[in-house]
């Protein structure tokens, strides 16, 4: 038979296991989330930036008008302040020499992204993605106007891991 102190200071004891379980399921979420967020940052293309390479891989393979249609214009149908032979100027083989380019960011901004790349000989570019039907167009604002101190620290790191520093004002 037990005495009457047997159990004294056990629920003490339960209480103090209970509590570092949820600590460290706590520590566990908030830690996966991180990873989480920055694999996302990191590794993980969004839309815009999706349909950016598909630009630029139709630039390098030289297909200019499926290249013009992702701007939402077509040859049947062109843009009527961008016409086909304007978009050449920009975008055709003597402006942008084949070769080589990396997608650095992509920035939401209201109703769209911002998209920074590297385009090797031809400089940096940057582009503006709309995000309901992903046409490309030149950039309405230079940067976003929002001020996300931990979003530029990331952005910046990102940049520096490619060897690049970000761009600041209008480009193009």
């Known amino acids: 038979m037990g005495g009457y102190l047997d159990q004294y200071g056990a629920g003490d004891e339960r209480r103090a296991k209970r ?3 949820a600590l460290l399921a706590v520590l566990a979420a908030v830690v996966a989330v991180l990873v989480g967020g920055l694999a996302y940052f990191f590794f993980f293309a969004n839309a815009a930036e999706r349909q950016t390479r598909a630009f630029f891989d139709l630039l390098t393979a030289r297909q200019y008008q499926q290249a013009y249609a992702l701007w939402g214009c077509t040859a ?3 843009c009527p302040g961008y016409p086909f032979q304007e978009f050449l ?3 055709g083989p003597t402006a942008m020499p084949p070769g080589a380019f990396q997608v650095l960011n992509g920035e939401s901004c209201g109703s769209g992204s911002i998209v920074d790349v ?3 000989p031809a ?3 940057r582009l503006w993605v709309e995000k309901s039907t992903l046409t490309l167009g030149f950039p309405p604002l230079s940067e976003c106007n929002r001020r996300n101190h931990v ?3 990331l952005r910046d790191l990102k940049y520096r891991l490619h060897g690049h520093t970000y761009l600041h004002g209008p480009q193009s």
């Open 89 to 91: 100027k920009d975008w």
């Open 118 to 120: 590297d385009t090797g």
């Open 76 to 78: 049947a149908q062109p």
């Open 123 to 125: 400089g940096d570019k």
């Open 19 to 21: 509590i570092k379980t």
């Open 151 to 153: 979003y530029d620290f």
